[in-house]
């Protein structure tokens, strides 16, 4: 009898954004982003 339920084999890996958790992503573009509007 199989089991009927399936179970990922990455249950604990992070969204990731190219190499980046979306919070890494998130601290690193706010910033560059705000240097960019701000013409600094």
């Known amino acids: 009898m199989k ?3 399936i ?3 990455r249950l ?3 969204e990731l ?3 980046w958790t979306i ?3 998130a601290g690193m573009i ?3 982003t705000w240097g960019i ?3 600094h």
């Open 30 to 32: 706010i910033p560059f």
């Open 23 to 25: 919070d890494e992503f």
């Open 12 to 14: 604990d890996d992070p």
């Open 17 to 19: 954004i190219g190499f």
């Open 37 to 39: 509007l701000s013409q």
């Open 7 to 9: 179970i990922p084999r």
């Open 3 to 5: 089991d009927p339920y």
